[in-house]
Each structure stands twice: as C-alpha cells, then as structure tokens.
C-alpha cells in the first residue's frame, strides 16, 4: 500500500481512518476506526485514538496519551506525556453510555501538559495553557494559564508561551516575540 506517513510495525491502524502526510505513530498505538488525522503530527508510544476523534495538522501526541471518541483537536495542539480526556460524566462498568458522550474541543495552539486531566464537554481555548497534572472541570478561556487540582486560572499567556503582564490600560506586550495583547472584559486578544 502507498501511503504519506510512517507507522512503527507494532502500530494498530483500524479501517477507514485518514492520516495526513509526514505523520509518525509511533509504537503500540491503535489508531480506531474513522479517525482524522492531520499532516505532520506526531503521535507517541502507546497512544490510543478512538473511533471518530479529528486531530488537526502539525498536532503533537506525547507517549500514553489516551484520546477518547468526541475529542477533536485544532492545529499546533501539544497533549503531554500521560495526560487523558474523559467522554462520559457518570461512567459506570454495567451501564452502557455509549449515546451519551460528551463532547471536548481543544484550539488551536493550546498545551495540555503532562497527566493532565480534561473532563469531558469542557473546551480548551486557542493558546491557552494547561499546567502538569491539572484537572480542568470548566470551559478554559483562549491565552489563559491553568493549573490544580481542580484547575484554576493564574493568568494569561502568549502565543510563544510566555507569562503576559498586562498594565493599567489592559496591554501587554510578549517578551520573546514583541507581539501586543489586550485584555478586555476578561478576554485576550492578539493585536499586533
């Protein structure tokens, strides 16, 4: 068979899924039935995908990532080492939910650091930041930093990923890439 990515010799790929050019999936990862995969994304060792997630291009799947059927992720989007989504809010062995699936949206942009937990129908905002082992129970505001357990916000961050300090006037200027953002109304946005 032709195809555009790599995948290890111990990588399951199930049937109808589609996999972007220069994409790696890496050992023992089982990529379910029907997913959407971008170009260039790595996907770790031992990463299961479920059936019908979309990951965007140039996604970054870190080892023992568990990504769960009503997950879909934007482009550039990092998932650390060990972290999970859920897919269910009351999850029990004899009781089937299958039809009850929640559904998780990650921007563009955004890091989900290492075991991080993101409880399922919470979006994740383009750029935002999610600390090491947080727990994320509510919807995350675009360029905003969360960490704990239960995740709570402690700023705001760049692009680049850098701490943003606004002044007085609600402007803060990124000390790597010079970019400007406004803070109006709780909300960031990039200006320049």
Not at 42 to 57: F, R
Not at 92 to 104: D, L, M, P, Q
Not at 120 to 140: E, L, M, P, Q, S
């Amino acid at each position: 068979m032709n195809k555009d990515y790599y995948n290890h010799e111990t990588a399951i790929i199930d049937d109808g899924c589609k996999i972007g050019k220069s994409t790696h999936i890496w050992h023992f990862s089982h990529i379910m039935t029907n997913c959407t995969i971008g170009e260039n994304c790595n996907i770790g060792q031992n990463v299961v995908i479920s059936p019908n997630v979309i990951l965007g291009n140039n996604v970054k799947v870190q080892n023992n990532v568990s990504i769960y059927t009503g997950v879909t992720c934007d482009d550039d989007v990092f998932l650390g080492p060990s972290m999970v989504f859920t897919n269910v809010i009351n999850p029990r062995s004899a009781i089937s939910r299958k039809n009850e699936y929640a559904k998780t949206h990650v921007g563009k942009g955004a890091t989900i650091g290492a075991n991080a937990t993101i409880v399922c129908g919470h979006d994740i905002g383009a750029y935002a930041f999610i600390g090491a082992g947080a727990v994320v129970t509510k919807n995350v505001s675009p360029f905003s930093l969360w960490v704990g357990n239960p995740a709570k916000q402690m700023g705001w961050i760049s692009e680049y990923g850098h701490r943003l300090q606004f002044d007085k006037e609600g402007i803060a200027i990124c000390s790597e890439s010079k970019e400007k953002y406004s803070l109006e109304k709780g909300r960031v946005n990039k200006i320049g």
